[in-house]
């Protein structure tokens, strides 16, 4: 089945720096991509979802990257602040349907 | 905007009792989750349903059941809870399991059994 690994486990960067959390999967079936952001102490809310034949897809402060042929979805927060200071988890969705969740990025930014 | 509550947010058992976690959402999903979340595994589905009276196993449903009386509400159970099911527990709502389907998590619940 999809294995899907994540990293790193805990980052911690000064307000203003950038910060990369990525995820490498094992199906090549894996259509549907996902990044979901859990503060402290809350539930875990979508940030972005990309699809497979999309590879950049920017947001507010974010951009995703998704290369299809490494089997890598990244998430690049480009100027982070503290409010991004929050759990971080990836989700690929292969075309069956089944979701599998990364293990989790603790992101720490510190004024 | 989208709610799913879990209650309790907080739970402390004994080994061997029975403990009921409860959801419940108010966006009209049909699709609901158990998942738990453990640090170095993720988060893992435990079960799943498509609508009222439907419960399906997930990837790891043993020692657990769940029930699903209404489009609103689904629940865990753990018969005889075990140390090993200490965990966090977040239930999710979704609206389409055919394509990139958006979750909509409850905030948790924290299970730890003696």
């Known amino acids: 089945g999809e294995q899907v690994e994540q990293r790193p486990p805990h980052l911690s960067v000064r307000e203003g720096d950038s910060a990369v959390i990525t995820c490498t999967y094992t199906?090549?079936?894996?259509?549907?991509f996902f990044w979901y952001k859990q503060e402290p102490g809350a539930s875990l809310q979508l940030l972005m979802k990309?699809?497979?034949?999309?590879e950049i897809n920017e947001g507010q402060g974010f951009t995703v990257l998704l290369n299809k042929k490494d089997k890598r979805l990244s998430l690049n927060l480009t100027a982070a602040h503290p409010g991004d200071s929050a759990a971080y988890f990836c989700?690929?969705?292969?075309?069956?349907?089944?979701?599998?969740f990364g293990h989790g990025t603790i992101l720490r930014v510190h004024p | 905007e989208a709610a799913v509550t879990q209650s309790p947010r907080n739970k402390v058992a004994v080994t061997g009792g029975k403990v009921t976690l409860s959801c419940n959402q108010t966006?009209?999903?049909?699709?609901m989750y158990w998942y738990r979340q453990d640090t170095g595994h993720g988060l893992r589905l435990i079960h799943y349903?498509?609508?009222?009276?439907?419960?399906e196993k997930g990837d790891i449903p043993d020692g657990y059941k769940a029930s699903r009386p209404s489009q609103e509400n689904f629940s865990l159970i753990l018969e005889l809870a075990t140390p090993s099911q200490t965990s966090v527990y977040f239930c999710?709502?979704?609206?389409?399991?055919?394509?990139?389907?958006?979750?909509?998590f409850g905030s948790g619940t924290r299970l730890t059994v003696l």
């Open positions: 999710a709502s979704g609206e389409d399991w055919t394509s990139a389907e958006t979750l909509y």
């Open positions: 199906d090549p079936n894996s259509y549907y």
């Open positions: 990309v699809f497979s034949s999309t």
């Open positions: 989700a690929v969705e292969a075309n069956t349907g089944k979701l599998t």
């Open positions: 966006n009209n999903h049909n699709n």
């Open positions: 349903s498509y609508g009222a009276g439907s419960t």
